[in-house]
C-alpha cells in the first residue's frame, strides 16, 4: 500500500514538472512548482522522513516560491516566443521523456509487484533531527555553506538582470 502512495506522489509530481516547464504564463509555473514541492513533501511524510518533509514544505513551498513570486513581480510578464521547436529537438525530448518514463517504472515497477518489497522503503532514520544536523553542520559543512553562497549569487543575479535601466 505504503509503493502505491509513492507511486502516485511521485507521478503528480512527474506530471506537475512537465507542466511547469510547458506553461506559458509564468505565473501557472509558480503554482505547479507549488504542487511539486507538496507532493515532494507527501512523499518524505509516507516514507517515514517528517523532518525532511516539513524541511521541504517550509524552504521550498514557502521561502523558494515567495522569491519567484517577488521576481515576476519585479519582471513583469515575459514574452513567449512562438517558434516552433526544431524536429530535432522535438525527437530529442520524446527520446528523453521515455527513457525517463523506462527508468521510473523499472524503479517503482518492482516496488508494485514484488510481494514484501514496500519493507525496503524505510526511511526512519534518514529523518532523525539529530543525525541530520551532525552530517550538515560537521561532516558536510563545507558544501551546506557552498550551496547557500550560491543560492544567494543566483538570488543577485537575477535581480541584477531583472532590474531596470535608469534613464
Do not use: H
Not at 23 to 40: C, D, E, M, V, W
Not at 86 to 92: A, C, G, I, V, Y
Not at 135 to 157: R, T
Amino acid at each position: 500500500m505504503l509503493a502505491y502512495i509513492v507511486f502516485i506522489l511521485s507521478l503528480i509530481t512527474i506530471i506537475s514538472s512537465v507542466f511547469a516547464i510547458i506553461a506559458k504564463k509564468p505565473a501557472n509555473s509558480i503554482i505547479f512548482f507549488l504542487i511539486i514541492f507538496l507532493g515532494t513533501a507527501g512523499i518524505f511524510f509516507v516514507l517515514q522522513a517528517e523532518y525532511l518533509g516539513i524541511i521541504q514544505i517550509i524552504v521550498y513551498a514557502g521561502a523558494l516560491l515567495v522569491v519567484f513570486v517577488f521576481a515576476l513581480i519585479l519582471v513583469g510578464d515575459i514574452p513567449v516566443y512562438k517558434k516552433n521547436p526544431l524536429k530535432l529537438q522535438k525527437t530529442f525530448s520524446i527520446i528523453l521523456v521515455l527513457i525517463f518514463i523506462t527508468i521510473f517504472w523499472s524503479q517503482f515497477g518492482i516496488l508494485l509487484f514484488l510481494p514484501g518489497a514496500s519493507n525496503l522503503i524505510k526511511f526512519k532514520e534518514a529523518s532523525d533531527i539529530s543525525l541530520i544536523a551532525r552530517l550538515l553542520l560537521k561532516d558536510y559543512l563545507l558544501p551546506f555553506e557552498l550551496a547557500s553562497v550560491i543560492l544567494l549569487c543566483a538570488i543577485i543575479g537575477s535581480l541584477y538582470i531583472a532590474r531596470k535601466e535608469a534613464d
